[in-house]
């Protein structure tokens, strides 16, 4: 209520308007301490992904060069298939 609570009730009326204050403060620091718990999450998500892409990475490029050694496939076509894959993850146009 403000000055209205101020002027008819005076101390009292200040005390109510301080409770309310200190109220929606406290509701604040919650909404502020979940939305922190939620970021730190997402960035230990986001962390054990790149992680993770990061692995597979290592481990397609291990197959492929186990699949070249083994003459199952060849450095050339390797290249090619590599240089066909478009960024957005796309599949080659010309694939067989």
């Not at 999450?41 to 993770?52: G, K, P, T």
Request: aromatic content about 2%; hydrophobic content about 40%.
């Amino acid at each position: 209520m403000g000055w209205g609570r101020t002027l008819l009730l005076g101390t009292w009326g200040n005390r109510l308007d301080l409770d309310d204050a200190e109220r929606k403060a406290e509701r604040l620091r919650r909404k502020l301490r979940l939305k922190d718990r939620q970021d730190r999450a997402q960035d230990e998500r986001l962390d054990a992904l790149e992680q993770e892409n990061e692995q597979l990475k290592a481990g397609l490029v291990a197959l492929s060069q186990l699949l070249v050694s083994k003459g199952v496939l060849e450095q050339a076509d390797l290249e090619n298939l590599a240089a066909s894959i478009d960024l957005d993850g796309e599949e080659p146009e010309d694939a067989d």
